[in-house]
């Protein structure tokens, strides 16, 4: 069974940098569109970015400039590189791949998405 791990998250002052880490148990990562999405309290999921192997990378607007997704298709990894942090980036950050052989951005919504427990990011001062 497919299985996607969070880590990284945590208690960070506005203006500083997280990077948040997923493993994925996959045979291949490569064969999978990854993606990070985020859940504030109180809000829906939204989606924050998204990577295909074919060099399609999607990022929100909120976001943009900010963050960076990328990924280690030897370590079957996905990160997402936080800079410049506000307290409107508290939220619960998932990990997510796309069913098998998905390329394209943004995951589809009604397809196959494996999702991660979530890792906790608060931006505080």
């Known amino acids: 069974q497919l299985q996607l791990v969070e880590s990284g998250g945590g208690l960070v002052q506005p203006g500083e940098s997280l990077r948040l880490s997923c493993v994925a148990s996959?045979?291949?990562?490569?064969?999978?569109?990854v993606g990070w999405y985020r859940q504030a309290p109180g809000k829906e999921r939204e989606a924050v970015s998204c990577h295909t192997m074919l060099g399609v990378t999607e990022v929100a607007r909120s976001v943009k400039g900010r963050f960076a997704i990328s990924r280690d298709n030897a370590k079957k990894t996905v990160y997402l590189q936080m800079g410049s942090l506000k307290s409107e980036d508290t939220a619960v950050y998932y990990c997510a791949l796309s069913g098998a052989g998905y390329h394209s951005c943004p995951i589809d919504p009604n397809g196959k998405i494996y999702w991660g427990k979530g890792t906790l990011v608060t931006v505080s001062s």
């Open positions: 996959v045979h291949a990562l490569a064969d999978y569109t």
